[in-house]
């Protein structure tokens, strides 16, 4: 079952699709011998000014596209198959008390902020349910090779505003939404 009824804020294009050109993207870069870099490309650094998050992440993720036919031509991502073995995150920018210790425990990964690198970026879905500092949610694509530096961060991160999607409550829209994807054989909360 894919869900074409789920798109980020401000995008024209469905989160599977979105997370089908992210999982390209990112197979052709990841190299677990530098998690704080590998997912930080010039090409798709955003602008330091940017005020509106949804265009910030709309524009890297047409811009993405536009860079590589191999990304632009990806298959949508609609079963846990088409992750590659690699996992969702969620992070919650209202949430984070830029205290490093997760851009330590990361080795880099995250930055200071606690943000997960923008070459990961899925989508910015809003979540009018959630409490006020939970509702922009940054979907990212975590690749296998990866997911043991996310999660030290995780694990460090005491505000708790980076966590595995299928860990996210089952309150949060996005999790309803994505739950064909999220089925690993674990329990979704």
Known sequence: MMDHDLFGVGDDEPL?????????????????????????????????????????VRWLCVDRARLDPN???????????????????????????????AEQASNGFFDMDNTPPWDSWVALVRDSRADVS????????????????????????????????????????VVDHLRHLLARGEPLS
């Open 16 to 56: 599977v699709t979105r997370l089908g050109q992210a999982i390209a993207w990112c197979r052709m870069r990841v190299d677990p011998a530098n998690p704080s870099g590998c997912f930080r490309s010039d090409r798709l650094r955003p602008w330091i000014l940017q005020t509106d998050r949804a265009a910030m």
């Open 71 to 101: 990304v632009r031509g990806a298959l949508p991502a609609g079963t846990p198959n088409d992750l590659d073995e690699g996992d969702l995150l969620l992070y919650l920018p209202d949430q984070q008390l830029a205290d490093g210790a």
């Open 134 to 173: 939970s509702r922009d949610q940054l979907i990212c694509y975590v690749p296998a090779e990866l997911r043991d530096f996310v999660q030290r961060g995780i694990d460090v991160n005491p505000e708790g505003c980076i966590l595995w999607l299928r860990r996210a409550p089952p309150t949060f829209g």
